[in-house]
């Protein structure tokens, strides 16, 4: 069944004369891992905001779990976990001190119970009452997500989860957040990170100063932007290989690298390059299919929308 | 729009969270250990000075508060120093913290509203002050009992406990400012020093500016003793803006019971007047507008704090 648990229709945000959100529309379905993906100051934050009831709407409107963030905050809060951008916490207390003042906050009964699972599920029952200070930026985060699974939120917003994370943090994080939508909690996630977050990604918004430029999966998006194209990594030594392999059929851009070249076809020319590079007297070191990824999505897309413009 | 649930929601966590807060941090510990050093010192001085003249006096536990001996200013007069000092190191950094701290926002996806927030800091920062104050007035009384041997009459305690509200209130004003600062300085520093700033302006200048003032506002003509009555009452109006002046004048007529009037008094007022103290509730009365400005100020500033706070972007 497909109920929409967060929605937005034509929500716009000004500063001023300045719009940071132009009449945005999003539709995210229960058990979704949804991404908002863009530069800094494309307007993710600011929509994130929103939907929390934390700033108001100039325009348009918002529901979260059924609820409008402007006239029934509390509601939202409720069943919303946010975790923003940077998170603090205090320092002078411990892990599961702050997490128990939410918890009074929020006015949860049996909180004692409900933090120790929840600081056993982000492991961090060995630190909970070590005080914040001396926990490192992953662990800050992974509080964060103690304090969603405290609440027992049915959403998760989280603002750049994996900013300021080292390869291994943001491996394990990622692998946190499979595990949260298995448990069926919706989540949506900002990042600029495109690459790293596609993988956990269900569905994502490619954000351009304030505006959804492209809404989709990520497979669709990058067929539909990238018009099923194929990037081959050649790396080859050896005189003018470059048009060697530009006389192949289907392709169509050769771009020199580092010790190779970039290939972009219509179809896959790997047989047809390998043939290529002997037959012109050159030495084969390997030759592979690349992914294209989000960045070259986001990149082709814009480039397109600038370009109309 | 109409918000729904209760704007108070949580407001007592965020009280008992900032409560335990203030009373133990650092900052507040030094600040006691100043005000009971400073007060037991003024009051010690004034207690060798009041033990010769014990029976002479029908006041004389008040005398412990207001009795200067030199070089020590008197115990009140410290207060008026020392209390908003307190208030501000209350106040200068309680909103603006949380946003450096970077938890303004995590704490605000909680599901209480942002009135809960301010309500709890400003409610805390009060009775952490309401605490201090009253230990210290029972530790002041307490060595009075020790050292003149004798217990103070119902009238005196009357008088102390009325005494310890205006203080209060003034406490409050100070503290009111603080919040207001640090809700609109995004840099604790910045609010404290812009506080210190107010504070200095009505602690040494203010007098200096009325004086200043007085004489462009409502020249004095030296022909016409009507204007003359008149500069004179343009100058204790403007000297009440500051919220010292209250407190003294509060305090003055608290503590000194013979206190019947505060400015200028003609001869003619004064005929038949008998010069014995009033009682309580007529003491009551004549502070009782300076007492009202204090909590009406205290009320101004926080509701300025609340609106700014209101409008505030969340976002750091």
Redesign the interface.
């Known amino acids: 069944m497909n109920e929409a648990v967060i929605r937005a229709e034509a929500l716009t945000k000004r500063y001023g004369p300045a719009l940071a959100v132009d009449r945005l529309d999003l539709s995210i379905e229960r058990g979704e891992v949804f991404g908002l993906l863009g530069p800094n100051g494309s307007g993710k934050t600011t929509t994130i905001l929103m939907l929390l009831g934390l700033t108001e709407p100039s325009s348009g409107r918002a529901m979260v779990e059924g609820f409008d963030p402007l006239r029934k905050p509390l509601e939202v809060k409720r069943r919303v976990g946010y975790m923003p951008d940077s998170v603090g916490f205090y320092e002078n207390l411990s892990g599961a001190a702050n997490l128990s003042y939410s918890a009074a906050l929020a006015g949860l009964r049996d909180a004692n119970a409900r933090i120790a699972a929840a600081l056993a599920r982000v492991h961090l029952e060995a630190a909970a009452e070590k005080p914040v200070r001396a926990y490192s930026r992953g662990m800050k985060q992974r509080l964060a997500i103690a304090e969603i699974l405290m609440k027992r939120a049915s959403v998760a917003i989280l603002d750049e989860p994996t900013g300021g994370l080292d390869p291994q943090s943001t491996r394990e994080f990622l692998e946190l957040i499979r595990s949260l939508q298995s448990d069926g909690m919706t989540i949506l996630l900002s990042s600029h990170l495109l690459d790293l977050v596609q993988s956990v990604c269900d569905r994502v918004a490619l954000f351009h100063r304030g505006r959804i430029g492209l809404t989709g999966r990520v497979e669709d998006l990058t067929r539909d932007v990238l018009g099923g194209s194929h990037v081959i990594h050649v790396e080859a030594r050896g005189g003018g290989l470059a048009t060697a392999i530009g006389r192949i059929e289907g392709v169509a851009s050769v771009t020199p690298t580092a010790n190779g070249f970039r290939v972009e076809a219509a179809q896959d020319v790997r047989a047809a390059i390998a043939r290529a590079v002997v037959e012109a007297g050159g030495e084969l070191m390997s030759i592979e299919a690349g992914h294209a990824s989000l960045d070259d999505v986001y990149v082709r897309y814009f480039e397109g929308v600038r370009d109309a413009a | 729009?109409?918000?729904?649930?209760s704007a108070l929601?949580?407001a007592g966590?965020?009280m008992m969270?900032e409560l335990g807060d203030n009373l133990t941090s650092t900052r507040m510990r030094l600040l006691e250990l100043l005000i009971f050093i400073t007060g037991a010192g003024a009051v010690y001085e004034t207690l060798g000075q009041l033990r010769q003249t014990v029976g002479e006096d029908p006041f004389v536990f008040l005398r412990i508060f207001t009795t200067a001996k030199d070089p020590l200013p008197s115990f009140v007069a410290f207060l008026g120093f020392l209390i908003p000092i307190v208030a501000i190191a209350l106040g200068f950094d309680s909103v603006n913290s949380e946003f450096n701290?970077?938890?303004m926002?995590?704490?605000?996806?909680?599901?209480?509203?942002r009135d809960a927030l301010l309500f709890g800091k400003f409610l805390a920062g009060l009775a952490t002050l309401a605490v201090t104050l009253t230990a210290l007035w029972l530790f002041v009384i307490g060595l009075g009992i020790l050292l003149l041997g004798l217990p103070p009459s119902g009238a005196e305690v009357l008088r102390g406990f009325a005494f310890l509200i205006a203080a209060i209130a003034y406490g409050g004003v100070w503290l009111a400012l603080a919040l207001l600062f640090s809700v609109v300085f995004r840099s604790a520093a910045t609010a404290a020093l812009a506080a210190l700033a107010v504070w200095l302006l009505f602690a040494f200048f203010w007098t200096m500016l009325v004086s200043l003032l007085t004489p462009i506002i409502a020249p004095p003509d030296p022909y016409d003793a009507l204007s003359v009555l008149h500069t004179a009452g343009i100058a204790q109006d403007l000297s009440r803006l500051s919220p010292n002046t209250l407190f003294a004048e509060a305090t003055l007529a608290l503590l000194n019971p013979t206190t019947r009037a505060f400015g200028l008094v003609l001869a003619s007022q004064l005929e038949g007047a008998i010069t014995a103290p009033l009682p309580f509730v007529q003491s009551v009365a004549l502070i009782w507008p300076q007492v009202t400005g204090l909590i009406a100020a205290c009320i101004g500033l926080f509701t300025i704090a609340y609106v700014a706070f209101q409008r505030q972007?969340?976002?750091a």
Not at chain 2, 1 to 5: K, P, S, V
Not at chain 2, 106 to 113: K, S, V
């Open positions: 729009m109409r918000r729904e649930g929601a949580g966590v965020v969270k701290r970077r938890t926002s995590r704490l605000l996806a909680q599901p209480i509203y972007e969340v976002r």
